[in-house]
């Protein structure tokens, strides 16, 4: 059973162009969240989805970033207008259906965006 | 949302117990504690998770204050790849989302 797959694995965009981050779940997961790592710092949870469904989107900047997660095909994590702040890893997780009380994600590989 | 307080960093020698401790005073009763590890730049990676018994599984093993403030993390037998920042982790009050603290820097030597 493959585990989370993210594509691709490093990215380097000029400032002002777009990046798009890509995560595919592991395999039976209906649930995706997205997490931004800056250098030396913990992750920090961005947005999560279902499939064609933003559940939370609390940890999203309000500008330039969308993220979306359709019912064929992966989810994508999109920047717009990328600036020098934006250099950060990406990290994609999974879950099954949360028909339990706890949640417990699995990670993918994470994409390392550099904007230069 | 409920906080998790680590030590920074902490050394172990190669083949010893690793006993990383965590704080995680303002817990509600029905939250779970969650430990995961990043290896160098790696994704995240899931160790245990626990919520009032103490739980073991082919990893690490997971012991929690009667009062459910504290727990801590046991690596029975530390190797050299065990070598990681350790993070204690809680949920966000909605349920959806990891809150990741600065975590531990476990440094295990030979």
């Known amino acids: 059973n493959a585990g989370v797959m993210q594509n691709p694995r490093h990215l380097v965009r000029r400032r002002g162009q777009e990046a798009r981050l890509r995560c595919s779940p592991m395999k039976g997961h209906s649930h995706v969240y997205w997490y931004r790592q800056l250098p030396e710092e913990g992750l920090k949870f961005m947005v999560y989805?279902?499939?064609?469904?933003?559940?939370?989107e609390s940890g999203m900047p309000k500008e330039r970033f969308s993220a979306e997660f359709p019912k064929e095909g992966p989810s994508i994590l999109r920047i717009q207008q990328v600036v020098r702040g934006d250099s950060a890893a990406y990290f994609c997780a999974s879950s099954p259906p949360l028909g339990n009380t706890y949640n417990e994600q699995f990670f993918g590989p994470g994409t390392r965006l550099t904007v230069l | 949302d409920a906080k998790t307080t680590q030590p920074p960093s902490m050394d172990c020698a190669e083949g010893r117990a690793a006993n990383l401790p965590c704080n995680h005073s303002t817990i509600s009763g029905n939250e779970y504690v969650y430990w995961y590890r990043q290896i160098h730049s790696q994704g995240p990676q899931y160790i245990i998770h626990?919520?009032?018994n103490n739980e073991t599984n082919e990893m690490a093993s997971l012991i929690i204050t009667e009062d459910r403030k504290s727990s801590t993390l046991i690596l029975p037998h530390a190797t050299l790849r065990d070598t990681a920042v350790y993070y204690c982790?809680?949920?966000?009050?909605?349920?959806?989302?990891?809150?990741f603290g600065k975590g531990t820097t476990l440094s295990v030597s030979s």
């Open positions: 989805l279902q499939k064609e469904n933003i559940i939370d």
């Open positions: 982790i809680v949920l966000n009050q909605a349920g959806t989302a990891l809150i």
């Open positions: 626990g919520l009032k």
